[in-house]
């Protein structure tokens, strides 16, 4: 069974870098679309961005500017670069995609992460 796998987490200091990726646990299934979400302790999980298949992207406000999500397709993996980090950026981090069956071309929706730990602190 296909399955996202996340990877790219840690600690980090305020004002600093990380750059998560996401990708298919197997390769016959291609990324159609794809979100980050996020989820602090004591939070809803919340959207931070999001690209479709043709390329368009989208920004929750509170990372917009700072975040960029891109995906490339020869990888088959998803980036979420995170710059300038803030303590409030603190969360697990999950990635959800829309998969293409490379060989039905069909599209399966809602493949979660497993999730990945994002620490923003001094």
């Known amino acids: 069974q296909v399955q996202l796998v996340e990877s790219g987490g840690g600690l980090v200091q305020p004002g600093g870098s990380l750059k998560l990726s996401c990708t298919p646990s197997v390769s016959s299934f291609s990324i159609y679309a794809m979100d980050w979400y996020r989820q602090a302790p004591g939070n809803q999980r919340e959207l931070v961005a999001a690209?479709?298949?043709?390329?368009?992207?989208n920004y929750a406000d509170s990372v917009k500017g700072r975040f960029t999500i891109s995906k490339d397709n020869a990888k088959n993996t998803v980036y979420l670069q995170m710059n300038s980090l803030k303590p409030e950026d603190t969360a697990v981090y999950y990635c959800n995609a829309g998969l293409k069956d490379r060989r039905s071309y069909a599209i399966h929706y809602d493949y979660w992460g497993q999730g990945i730990q994002v620490v923003v602190s001094s």
């Open positions: 690209i479709a298949d043709g390329g368009r992207t």
